[in-house]
T-cell receptor
Framework: NAGVTQTPKFQVLKTGQSMTLQCAQD?????MSWYRQDPGMGLRLIHY???????DQGEVPNGYNVSRSTTEDFPLRLLSAAPSQTSVYFC????????????FGEGSRLTVL | GENVEQHPSTLSVQEGDSAVIKCTYS??????FPWYKQELGKRPQLIID?????GEKKDQRIAVTLNKTAKHFSLHITETQPEDSAVYFC???????????FGAGTRLTVKP
């Protein structure tokens, strides 16, 4: 069991570039989510999904897109990167939505110049 | 939506002392309150959680208390050890809503 796997671990982008952060889990969890972590602001929910084909917005969705074509994968797309999107991104999954333990990936550190 | 406030933002204690971190939440429909520990450069990991039908839960040196009337919950760590040094996050999740909100975090330092 690899758990939750995120790639890449580090990425540097220029303003206006697009990219996709990959997230995969092998625990057959229906619930998956993306958070961003900024100093002094905790973890803020970007998007989440309660199953394949279903996605919804969290607290800070602007500038990000997600899709969920399979149970295992939940990629996060930055459409046109901005310096404000410089952050550490965590993908997390859960067997029972947000009323159960969230299993986090190792994080992806993104810098937008 | 739910708003979670966490205090203090930093906490320094001597090894062996107790540490208490407090969180308040705004949505009275919230019914699940987890605590996550994040060591430097690592991913957050669940250390304890409590549901709204329980007032207190304990796991060895860690305990969580919940006051639904006042809408606050607290993490208590007794006999602190240097390996307890980390950032701790509280969170709250409203019933029927998959949008979990986290507090801003508390950086706990345990001095040997």
């Amino acid at each position: 069991n690899a758990g939750v796997t995120q790639t890449p671990k580090f990425q540097v982008l220029k303003t206006g570039q697009s990219m996709t952060l990959q997230c995969a889990q092998d625990m057959n969890h229906e619930y998956m989510s993306w958070y961003r972590q900024d100093p002094g602001m905790g973890l803020r929910l970007i998007h989440y999904s309660v199953g394949a084909g279903i996605t919804d917005q969290g607290e800070v969705p602007n500038g990000y897109n997600v899709s969920r074509s399979t149970t295992e994968d939940f990629p996060l797309r930055l459409l046109s990167a901005a310096p404000s999107q410089t952050s550490v991104y965590f993908c997390a999954s859960s067997l029972s939505g947000v009323t159960g333990e969230l299993f986090f990936g190792e994080g992806s550190r993104l810098t937008v110049l | 939506g739910e708003n979670v406030e966490q205090h203090p933002s930093t906490l320094s204690v001597q090894e062996g002392d107790s540490a208490v971190i407090k969180c308040t939440y705004s949505d009275s429909a919230s019914n699940y309150f987890p605590w996550y520990k994040q060591e430097l450069g690592k991913r957050p990991q669940l250390i304890i959680d409590i549901r709204s039908n329980v007032g207190e839960k304990k796991d060895q040196r860690i305990a969580v208390t919940l006051n639904k009337t006042a809408k606050h919950f607290s993490l208590h760590i007794t006999e602190t050890q240097p390996e307890d040094s980390a950032v701790y996050f509280c969170a709250a999740s409203p019933s029927g809503n998959n949008d979990m909100r986290f507090g801003a975090g508390t950086r706990l330092t345990v001095k040997p």
